[in-house]
């Protein structure tokens, strides 16, 4: 060791000697190895100047390094220095310096590691198998392969054929890896759409330098419990930077979010880091609407309105509930009434107190602690209710038996109006009469009246489903009509140019007769003479005297009764003639002008001479009482004689049947009479009678 020009050797010519001397002696002895004090020998020389070289520390201080560049994840095969087609191999070992595969750094970075050895004997081999399976020997050219090769498979490898100290040259494995990943992002800062966030550098590589970062979001809802995993967004986010930080926007409001940073270089990216604490974005009002499932009237004064609530990622924050504002649809929006719903399960409500057959504009909107969101919009309209009374309601015109009126529309509507009905009341009985008309202004007749009767009135209009309220009711009067016939009950011939004229007011009348009309005439002409007989107080009876007129005429007679209107212009209604009675006018009439009706003697004639009963009422009453009196005095004298004779008394010319002596026939048969009267012959009866008057 201290023979500098053998110390000088370099270590390819030491092991070039050591090769040749035991290539020599193998070929010298035709083994295919040396005896073992050979061997031992050869190998204390070879250790000799190993320990020389270290000595004078010139250990792989002249040994060549081979650099080789791999990227991780591929598939490389490292070959033996030294190794040549004619090399015979009978030991061979790999070893290495460094990580060199292992799980995690050696504590010693610079001892050398035996990973893989090949031996042969004979015909057999035999090689020992590295620890991972992704190592594996090359028989052919005996080089290392990686299978894939990843970066800690990086260090320095040796390649030692036949037992050599030294190898012919020394193999640095280079592996170009992604890089670590980041350490822990923290968010430095955030908005309801946005989230700033930093993290620390992955440990630098001088072979690959960081290019960029990677960045995944993951999100979940505030609701959510905190063992629930987070759900990826679906879309990474890249930062083609080495700076850091990044500011990520494009979130959504009130939702919990993690991220994970993972580096790149130009040979990949790195594992995603862990991920950052939970953060929770700010709120925001509302951006989703309620879905209206259901808006209709239930009544003419109620709307019902139903909905969907929005998508729970569309509130923006804590949902408080709803706000529904409704107002009729030609009012401002300044003017709708509001009606706040604190409830978010609710999902119905009915509006009351509305106008009727009304026209609403109903809005429905979420409401959180920002503020209220976007309003659904929906037209309903209230149900058809009871319009208002007809305004202006007036009689027109009125008649006997009919009554125009007219009228205006309701003030409100409150739905269609089909038409109107007309409601008159008369001895409480009610009639109506309807309208199946819709105009602004109408005016309808009611007919079939009876006249001189009290209306009471009243209009309605109606819509589909109801009847609206009636108006103010009128009072009306039908106007009167013409009264009846006159009776006429006594027409005497008062002497011979006066006669007398008895009548009775008409059964049939309205209101009153105001006026008669005395018709007269003498037989055989056209024209009548009038005179006109106003009536006082409504009298039953009249009577009057027809002066100067002719005598010895048949005179005709009639009556017509008048009542004057009520309306306008207060017109005379005159009724139908009497019966046309007749009467002779002839000197010595007032002798027997109280005869009862009979035939004048003319038989051409006729003429009725009327007897005047009621002007012998009084003598008719006697007659009859006085009549009535005697019957009773008869009936009591013979019930006298029936219980007071003697029943005793023995009649013996009774005994016999037709044994008493026939009575004499009296009477009118017989000239004689009692007390003296005598028979009035035929021709003489009517004078007769006329002397037993009492005004004679």
């Known amino acids: 060791c201290r023979w500098d020009p053998f110390v000088s050797l370099s270590v390819n010519y030491i092991n070039t000697f050591i090769e040749t001397i035991y290539n020599i002696y193998i070929v010298h002895h035709g083994q295919s190895r040396m005896s073992g004090s050979s061997l031992g020998f050869l ?165 690959s ?30 930062s083609n930077s080495s700076i850091p930080k990044t500011t990520i926007t494009g979130l959504s409001p009130y939702t919990v979010y993690n991220f994970q940073v993972a580096a790149m270089n130009h040979v990949g990216r790195s594992v995603f880091s862990k991920p950052s604490y939970p953060t929770i974005t700010l709120l925001e009002k509302p951006s989703g609407k309620p879905r209206v499932t259901a808006a209709h009237n239930t009544s003419s004064t109620a709307l019902y309105l139903s909905w969907q609530a929005p998508e729970e990622s569309s509130i923006h924050g804590q949902f408080l509930g709803y706000v529904i504002s409704y107002r009729p649809r030609d009012v401002d929006a300044d003017e709708a009434q509001e009606v706040p719903l604190e409830n978010p399960g609710q999902t119905e409500y009915s509006l009351t107190g509305l106008k009727v057959y009304t026209q609403y504009l109903v809005s429905i909107r979420v409401f959180n602690p920002e503020g209220q969101g976007p309003e659904t919009i929906v037209v309903v309209m209230t149900d058809e209710g009871a319009p208002s009374s007809p305004r202006n ?60 009767s009290n209306y009471k009135i009243w209009i309605k209009s109606y819509t589909f489903k109801n009847e609206g309220k009636g108006s103010e009711p009128l009072y009306v009067t039908t106007d009167v009509d013409s009264p009846g016939p006159p009776v006429i009950v006594n027409l005497t011939c ?8 008895k009548w009775l007011r008409p059964k049939v009348y309205f209101r009153t007769v105001d006026v008669y009309h005395v018709h007269y005439r003498v037989e055989s ?38 009542t004057r209107s009520l309306i306008g212009n207060k017109i005379m209604h005159f009724g139908p003639y009497s019966e046309v009675k007749r009467l002779l006018l002839q000197p010595g009439c ?70 008493r002596k026939s009575l004499e026939t009296q009477g009118w048969d017989n000239a004689s009479t009692l007390e003296g009267e005598i028979a009035i012959p035929v021709n003489l009866f009517s004078k007769h009678v006329a002397e037993l008057h009492l005004n004679q």
């Open 590 to 659: 007032e002798i027997i002008r109280s005869f009862s009706p009979s035939r004048s003697l003319n038989k051409d004639n006729n003429s009725l001479i009327l007897i005047n009963l009621e002007e012998h009422l009084g003598m008719i009453a006697g007659v009859v009482c006085g009549s009535f009196g005697l019957l009773l005095a008869v009936f009591a004298f013979l019930l006298w004689r029936r219980y007071t004779q003697d029943t005793d008394i023995y009649y013996p010319n009774d005994k016999y049947y037709g044994a």
């Open 393 to 452: 309601v007036r009689v027109v015109s009125v008649t006997k038996s009919t009554l125009q009126i007219s009228w205006w529309e309701p003030a409100r509507a409150n739905g269609v109006i089909q038409g109107y009905r007309i409601y008159f009341l008369h001895n409480n009985f009610t009639s109506v009469q309807t309208i199946r008309d819709n105009k602004s202004a109408l005016v309808e007749t009611l007919n079939r009246l009876k006249p001189y």
């Open 209 to 238: 330098p960081i290019k960029g970062y990677v960045i995944r979001v993951g999100q979940r809802s505030v609701s959510a419990s905190d063992d629930q995993d987070f759900i990826d967004i679906g879309r990474e986010i890249f």
């Open 43 to 207: 190998y204390y020389l070879t250790h000799l100047l190993f320990l020389c070289h270290v000595a004078h520390g010139m250990l792989y201080g002249d040994v060549m390094i081979d650099e080789v560049m791999a990227e991780s994840g591929t598939n490389i095969s490292v070959g033996c220095p030294g190794m040549s087609l004619n090399t015979f191999i009978i030991e061979l070992e790999w070893q290495c310096m460094g990580q060199c595969g292992m799980s995690s750094p050696p504590s010693d970075p610079g001892k050398e590691r035996s990973i893989l050895k090949y031996s042969k004997s004979g015909s057999s081999e035999q090689i020992m198998e590295s620890a991972s399976s992704r190592v594996q020997l090359d028989t052919d050219m005996f080089g290392l392969q990686f299978n894939p090769v990843n970066a800690r498979d990086a260090g320095k490898y040796v390649c030692l054929i036949n037992n050599r100290p030294l190898p012919d040259a020394l193999i640095q494995l280079n592996i170009l890896d992604v890089p670590d990943p980041p350490r822990l992002p923290i968010v430095m800062g955030f908005t309801s759409r946005s989230v700033s966030l930093s993290w620390s550098k992955p440990r630098s590589k001088d072979d």
């Open 525 to 562: 002409t056209s024209s009548w003479d009038k005179q006109i007989v106003e009536a006082v107080n409504n009298t039953i009876n009249h009577m009057m005297y027809l002066n100067n007129l002719t005598t010895n005429k048949v005179y005709d007679l009639k009556i017509q009764a008048g």
């Open 494 to 501: 008062q002497n011979g140019n006066t006669m007398f004229l």
